[in-house]
């Protein structure tokens, strides 16, 4: 009990700090309840797939500066195939559009490998690459969702025989995000795909010398990567009902979020859980500035400061561990 304490501290300081924000937008905001969860999990909801796609990457020892790219051309996939399309073939299409975003995220990771040239350069150029794909598909916001789909987000949970007052606290997206991580991430975290990805973060060397395959395991970590970035570009669209071309600032804000959530820019340390809840705080403070009526550059310049912050704290405690 005390070790688990221990080893999700840091997870559990962000929970604590969570429910403070929640509780101060309650005093700022009198009328925040279920409506207002709705809306601050669905304007998390991008965020988060954003940033457990970043927090992969940069367990593996690297980092993904296309990944809001490749949400944009996700997004307006989905938004223009979903014109006409009926109800069935909205799954495939979402299916689909899963399957290019790994796709682009294995391409990154290939070009990596085999140019060796590094992540931060590569994934650099390729922004740039995907930015221009999300235009060729789609130059303006447009295209459409299938309304079953956008149901699956939109709104509180309903069970049956359950009265609607014990879930309406209860946002679906909240739990389609939490579906999506157990499914994809929790049984692939045990696997030996990730104590490799956990090994080459760590020391690529001694990964080396211990037989994983440094290469394919780099892949597959920004086809990841690329699959929770297909899943916020989706989730984008089907929260506002079209896609959009341009990517929002969901690059920054996962770098953010994923050094508050505990993982180390230097890889092979830290998980999923707190990269997750620190996207719920950051929105949550973006929430309470903006009841307060703070100029969101001035928002912007605080989630800035408490990056640095939370950087060099964690630089300090890296340091006194050496010593």
Same mark, same amino acid.
């Given at each position: 009990?005390i070790r688990?304490l221990?080893?999700?501290g840091?997870?559990?300081g962000?929970?604590?700090i969570?429910i403070i924000?929640?509780i101060a937008?309650r005093?700022?905001?009198?009328?925040?309840g279920v409506?207002?969860?709705?809306?601050?999990? !669905?304007?998390?909801l991008?965020?988060?797939?954003?940033?457990?796609?970043?927090?992969?990457?940069v367990i593996a020892g690297?980092i993904d500066l296309s990944?809001?790219s490749?949400?944009s051309v996700a997004?307006?996939?989905?938004a @223009?195939?979903?014109?006409?399309?009926?109800?069935v073939?909205a799954?495939?299409i979402?299916?689909?559009?899963l399957?290019?975003g790994a796709?682009?995220?294995?391409?990154? #990771?290939?070009?990596?490998?085999l140019?060796?040239?590094p992540?931060?350069v590569?994934?650099?150029?390729?922004?740039f690459?995907w +930015?221009g794909?999300?235009?060729l598909?789609?130059?303006?916001?447009?295209?459409?969702?299938t309304?079953?789909?956008?149901?699956?987000i @939109?709104?509180?949970?309903?069970?049956?025989?359950?009265?609607s007052?014990f879930t309406a606290?209860?946002?679906?997206?909240f739990v389609v995000l939490?579906?999506?991580v157990a499914?994809i991430?929790l049984?692939?975290? !045990?696997?030996r795909l990730?104590l490799?990805i956990y090994?080459i #973060?760590s020391?690529q060397?001694?990964?080396f010398r211990?037989g994983?395959?440094?290469?394919?395991?780099?892949?597959?970590?920004?086809?990841l990567?690329?699959?929770?970035?297909?899943?916020?570009?989706?989730?984008?669209t089907l929260s506002t009902g079209? #896609?959009e071309p341009i990517?929002?600032?969901y690059?920054?804000?996962?770098?953010a979020a994923v050094?508050?959530?505990?993982v180390a820019?230097t890889?092979?340390i830290?998980?999923?859980?707190g990269?997750?809840?620190?996207?719920f705080?950051?929105?949550?403070? !973006?929430?309470d500035?903006?009841l307060?009526?703070?100029?969101p550059?001035v928002?912007?310049?605080? +989630?800035?400061?408490?990056?640095v912050?939370v950087?060099?704290?964690g630089g300090?405690?890296a340091?006194?561990? !050496?010593?």
């Amino acid at each position: 009990m005390i070790r688990s304490l221990g080893r999700h501290g840091w997870a559990i300081g962000l929970m604590a700090i969570f429910i403070i924000l929640l509780i101060a937008t309650r005093v700022i905001q009198p009328n925040f309840g279920v409506t207002g969860l709705d809306s601050l999990s !669905r304007a998390a909801l991008p965020f988060a797939f954003a940033t457990v796609g970043m927090a992969i990457v940069v367990i593996a020892g690297g980092i993904d500066l296309s990944i809001a790219s490749i949400m944009s051309v996700a997004g307006v996939t989905a938004a @223009v195939l979903m014109q006409g399309a009926g109800d069935v073939q909205a799954g495939f299409i979402v299916l689909a559009v899963l399957g290019v975003g790994a796709g682009m995220g294995a391409i990154n #990771g290939t070009l990596i490998v085999l140019t060796r040239v590094p992540d931060i350069v590569v994934t650099l150029a390729m922004l740039f690459v995907w +930015e221009g794909a999300a235009l060729l598909i789609l130059n303006a916001p447009g295209g459409t969702a299938t309304p079953w789909l956008r149901d699956v987000i @939109v709104g509180a949970v309903t069970l049956p025989g359950v009265p609607s007052q014990f879930t309406a606290w209860l946002p679906k997206s909240f739990v389609v995000l939490l579906a999506c991580v157990a499914i994809i991430w929790l049984p692939l975290r !045990r696997s030996r795909l990730g104590l490799s990805i956990y090994a080459i #973060g760590s020391d690529q060397n001694a990964a080396f010398r211990s037989g994983v395959p440094v290469g394919l395991t780099r892949i597959a970590a920004y086809a990841l990567a690329g699959l929770f970035a297909a899943l916020g570009g989706l989730s984008i669209t089907l929260s506002t009902g079209i #896609g959009e071309p341009i990517p929002g600032p969901y690059l920054l804000a996962s770098v953010a979020a994923v050094v508050l959530g505990g993982v180390a820019l230097t890889g092979g340390i830290g998980g999923i859980l707190g990269p997750i809840i620190a996207v719920f705080i950051l929105r949550t403070l !973006r929430l309470d500035l903006t009841l307060l009526s703070v100029d969101p550059n001035v928002t912007t310049i605080v +989630e800035g400061a408490i990056m640095v912050a939370v950087v060099m704290a964690g630089g300090l405690l890296a340091m006194r561990g !050496r010593h």
